[in-house]
């Protein structure tokens, strides 16, 4: 059974850090390229970031704009989102999938909320 188990959102002020993290069972994760992707109240969900199965390739969304970091570790089956000068808009549930997304996949989320 696939699990993507997100975590590490919270509360956190405009201009902070977080860092999110998804371990994933029940596939086989490292020849899987990973993506993140968030949806904000009233919105679609979006892409926000992915990394190849390797981790040699990276590739952001525009609204990203330098801020955020995506990594992977395969023996550990995780993947993370290093998330820096965090804006309001921001804000919103942080989910976890292979790239390209697969429907029956997708896990909680975590919620991250950018407020002061």
């Known amino acids: 059974q696939v699990q993507l188990v997100e975590s590490g959102g919270g509360l956190v002020q405009p201009g902070g850090s977080l860092r999110l993290s998804c371990a994933a069972s029940?596939?086989?994760?490292?020849?899987?390229?990973m993506g993140w992707f968030r949806q904000a109240p009233g919105k679609e969900r979006e892409f926000v970031a992915s990394?190849?199965?390797?981790?040699?390739?990276?590739r952001y969304a525009n609204f990203v704009e330098g801020r955020f970091t995506i990594s992977r570790d395969n023996a550990k089956n995780t993947v993370y989102l290093q998330m820096n000068s965090l804006k309001p808009e921001d804000t919103a549930i942080y989910y976890c999938?292979?790239?390209?997304?697969?429907?029956?996949?997708w896990g909680q989320g975590t919620q991250v909320t950018v407020s002061s």
């Open positions: 029940g596939f086989t994760f490292r020849t899987n390229n």
């Open positions: 990394i190849t199965w390797l981790g040699g390739s990276t």
């Open positions: 999938n292979t790239n390209p997304p697969r429907n029956e996949y």
